[in-house]
C-alpha cells in the first residue's frame, strides 16, 4: 500500500493515473469471478437442484400464504357487516320489522357481490365460486350460481361439514378449509371452502356458518408461476389443487404412491426434500412445504437428471451474478481507496468551479501538485482577479454617473425658481409697487439660503417646510395668490432628512397648474406621517384637478428614465428623477386626482433622522 501510496503521488498525467487505476481494478476481478467460477462449478448437481427446489417451494408457498390471508381478511371483514350481525343476533326474525328486515337483506346481498363479483374493491383478490350464509335462527342466504349446494339451512350445513372433519361440530371458533361437492347441469365437482362461523364472543353461543367457495382458479395461478407441476394435497392425500385442473379436487393423489408414502411419513417435518422413484424407472426428487393458513402441503416434483440440466445453470448464473455484485462493491471501494490521491485534485477543482458558479466570486482555488489541475486551477484564479477589479471599476463608475446625474437635477431646479422669481419681481416694479419689492427680495433671500444649505444634498424636513412657506410668500406679494398653507406632522418628524428642493417643485407644480386661471384663494395642505422604515408626504389642494387619462398618462411618464420633450412638468419629473436615484425604484411620487375637486401627490422616502442639531441652522 505504502508504494502504491507513493506511485500516486508521483507527478505523473491524470490520463496516466485513471489507466493504473482502472489496469488494477480490471486484474483484481478477473481473478476474483475466475475463482468464483471454479468454486460453483465444483458443486454438486443434486445439491444445486435441491437448493433451487425448495426456494421455489417456499416462494410459492410464501404467495400461497399471503392469499389465503386476503381471504381470511375478507371474511373478517364480511362478517363484521352491521346487517350481518344484527340478523345473527336475533333470536327470532320475525321480530325484525319487515322494513329493516329488506334493509338487511339488501345490505348483506350487495356485500356478496362485491366480494364474488368485485374483491379487487376490498383490496384483494380472492375469486369466489359462491357465498353461503346459514344462519341457526334460521336466516339463510346463498349467492346465486348455477350449481346446487348439498345443504339449505344451518343445520345441514353443519352435518355435512362434519362428515368431512368432526371438530366443524364442536371447534367453531377456528377458521376451516374443507371440500364442498357441489352438482349442476355438467356434473358434480368439489370446490375448496373456507369456513367461519358466527358466536357470541363471551358466551361462545353459535350464531351460524359462513361458507366461501373458492375459484381453484385462482388458487392455481397464485403458485404456478413458481412451480409448474405443483399440486396442493393433505396430508392423508386428497388434492386441493392441482396446476390449474379443477376435475382433480377432492380425488386422491394417484401420480406416484412412493412419492406420497414418503411424505406421509415425514409427517413431522413442515419442509422438505425427498428422491423417490420415478413412473419411468429414473430418480427423481420433489419439494414440499406445509402451509400455516391450512393442513396441506405444497408438492413440487422434478426430474432430477433430465430436467435439471436447465435449472442448474440457471441457478449458477444467478450465483455468478450474486457474487459478482459482491465483488464489484468490494471493487469500487479499493478502487476509490486507490484513487483518492488522484481524483482528489480533480473533485476540488469541481467543487470550486461550482463554489463559483453560485457567485462566491471572492474564493480562490489552492493547488495541490503540480500536475494539469493546478495550472487550470491558477488559471482560474487569475481570471477571477481581473473580473474582480473590472467589476468593481464598473460599480465605481456607476456610482459616480449617479452622483454625478443627482447634483446636475439638482441644479437644473434653483435656475429655474430664480427665473420665476426674477420674472415676478420685474412685474412688481412694472406695476408701480416699489415698497413690496423688499419683501420679495427678502423672501427670495431666505429661500436661496435655504436651498443653498452649505451644499448639503439633504436638509431636515422643516427647512424645506420653511422654503416653501418662503415661496408662498413670494407668490402672495408677486402674483397676488392668497394661498393657505396648512400642514399637519408630529413635531418629531420635522428633523426628518429629506432631499433638498423635494417638496417646493411641487407646491409650485400645483399653483401654476392647479390654481392658474381657476382660484387665487386656493389651499394647500401637507400631511406627514412614519410608515415603519417609510415616510409618507401627501400635497393636496384643491384646485381645478386633472382627468383619469391625464393622471395616468402622469404617472405612467414619471416611472420613464428621461423627461418626453412634450413633458411641461418638468419639476415633478425631476423631483421623482432624484427620489428614485437616491433610494431606489421602491420609492417616488404617486398622483391621484378628480377634476374640479382636487389634487393629491403622495411622496414616499427612506425615514432617517438629522443627526445633530447642527443641521438644522442653514
Known amino acids: 500500500m505504502r508504494l502504491m501510496k507513493k506511485l500516486f503521488h508521483m507527478p505523473m498525467r491524470i490520463q496516466s493515473k485513471i489507466m493504473l487505476s482502472l489496469l488494477a481494478v480490471a ?9 468464483v467460477s471454479f468454486q460453483l462449478a465444483s458443486d454438486k448437481v443434486k445439491e444445486v437442484s435441491l437448493r433451487l427446489s425448495e426456494s421455489n417451494t417456499a416462494s410459492a408457498v410464501s404467495a400461497l ?5 386476503d381471504v381470511h381478511k375478507l371474511s373478517v371483514q364480511f362478517i363484521n357487516i352491521q346487517a350481518l350481525q344484527s340478523v345473527a343476533r336475533s333470536q327470532d ?9 329488506v334493509s338487511y337483506q339488501e345490505e348483506i346481498a350487495q356485500a356478496v357481490l362485491m366480494l364474488k363479483a368485485n374483491a379487487a374493491a376490498y383490496g384483494y383478490g380472492p375469486k369466489f365460486e359462491f357465498i353461503s350464509v346459514q344462519m341457526k335462527n334460521g336466516y339463510s ?7 346446487v349446494l348439498p345443504f339449505s339451512d344451518y343445520e345441514t350445513c353443519i352435518q355435512y361439514f362434519s362428515d368431512q372433519n368432526k371438530k366443524s361440530a364442536y371447534d367453531y371458533t377456528s377458521p376451516q378449509w374443507l371440500l364442498c361437492q357441489v352438482g349442476g347441469d355438467a356434473g358434480n365437482k368439489s370446490v375448496l371452502t373456507y369456513l ?5 364472543p363471551v358466551t361462545l353461543e353459535k350464531l351460524g356458518v359462513i361458507v366461501f367457495g373458492i375459484s381453484e382458479e385462482w388458487v392455481s395461478e397464485t403458485y404456478l408461476p413458481y412451480a409448474q407441476d405443483a399440486c396442493l394435497m393433505t396430508k392423508s392425500g386428497i388434492l386441493y389443487s392441482a396446476s390449474g385442473d379443477s376435475s382433480l379436487i377432492g380425488t386422491p393423489y394417484n401420480q406416484n404412491a412412493s412419492l406420497l408414502h414418503a411424505i406421509q411419513e415425514k409427517s413431522t417435518s413442515a419442509a422438505s426434500s425427498i428422491a423417490y422413484e420415478g413412473g419411468s424407472g429414473k430418480p427423481q426428487i420433489a419439494s414440499y412445504q406445509q ?13 432430477l437428471y433430465e430436467g435439471i440440466s436447465s435449472k442448474e445453470m440457471r441457478s449458477f448464473l444467478n450465483a455468478v451474478i450474486i457474487m459478482g455484485v459482491f465483488g464489484l462493491a468490494a471493487t469500487a471501494v ?3 481507496l486507490l484513487s483518492y490521491g488522484l481524483s482528489k485534485s480533480v473533485v476540488t477543482l469541481t467543487d470550486f468551479t461550482k463554489s463559483v458558479e453560485r457567485g462566491e466570486t471572492s474564493l480562490r482555488y489552492q493547488p495541490h501538485g503540480q500536475d494539469e489541475i493546478a495550472y487550470l486551477g491558477q488559471q482560474i484564479n487569475d481570471m477571477l482577479d481581473q473580473l474582480q477589479i473590472a467589476a468593481d471599476q464598473r460599480e465605481a463608475d456607476l456610482k459616480a454617473n449617479q452622483e454625478l446625474e443627482l447634483q446636475l437635477n439638482q441644479i437644473q431646479i434653483n435656475p429655474h425658481l430664480l427665473y420665476n422669481t426674477l420674472d415676478s419681481a420685474l412685474w412688481i416694479l412694472q406695476c408701480g409697487r416699489t415698497s413690496d419689492v423688499s419683501m420679495l427680495i427678502a423672501s427670495m433671500s431666505e429661500f436661496l439660503k435655504i436651498s443653498l444649505s452649505k451644499g448639503e444634498m439633504r436638509i431636515p424636513l422643516s427647512h424645506e417646510l420653511d422654503l416653501i412657506r418662503h415661496y408662498l410668500n413670494i407668490q402672495k406679494i408677486a402674483r397676488q395668490k392668497n394661498i393657505r398653507l396648512e400642514i399637519e406632522m408630529d413635531e418629531a418628524l420635522s428633523r426628518a432628512e429629506i ?7 411641487l407646491v409650485e407644480n400645483s399653483i401654476v397648474h392647479g390654481f392658474s386661471g381657476y382660484r387665487d384663494d386656493g389651499a394647500i395642505r401637507i400631511h406627514v406621517q412614519r410608515c415603519g422604515d417609510d415616510m409618507l408626504i401627501r400635497i393636496s389642494d384643491n384646485g381645478i384637478g386633472m382627468l383619469p387619462e391625464e393622471v395616468d398618462t402622469l404617472n405612467h411618464i414619471l416611472q420613464l428614465p428621461s423627461l418626453p420633450t412634450y413633458f411641461h412638468h418638468f419639476g415633478m419629473f425631476n423631483v421623482n428623477r432624484r427620489i428614485v436615484q437616491a433610494f431606489g425604484q421602491r420609492y417616488g411620487i404617486k398622483i391621484e386626482s378628480e377634476v374640479g375637486e382636487h389634487t393629491t401627490i403622495d411622496i414616499v422616502v427612506p425615514y432617517s433622522q438629522s443627526k445633530s442639531q447642527e443641521e438644522l441652522n442653514v
Open 65 to 69: 400464504n399471503n392469499s389465503l390471508n
Open 334 to 336: 479499493l478502487s476509490h
Open 196 to 200: 367461519r362461523f358466527l358466536y357470541r
Open 141 to 147: 342466504y346463498t349467492s346465486q350460481f348455477d350449481d
Open 499 to 505: 432631499i433638498k428642493l423635494t417638496l417646493q417643485p
Open 93 to 101: 326474525l320475525r321480530t325484525i320489522p319487515d322494513d329493516l328486515f
Open 291 to 303: 402451509l400455516t393458513a391450512m393442513q396441506a402441503y405444497l408438492i413440487v416434483p422434478f426430474d
Open 27 to 35: 486484474l483484481i476481478m478477473i481473478l476474483y469471478t475466475s475463482i
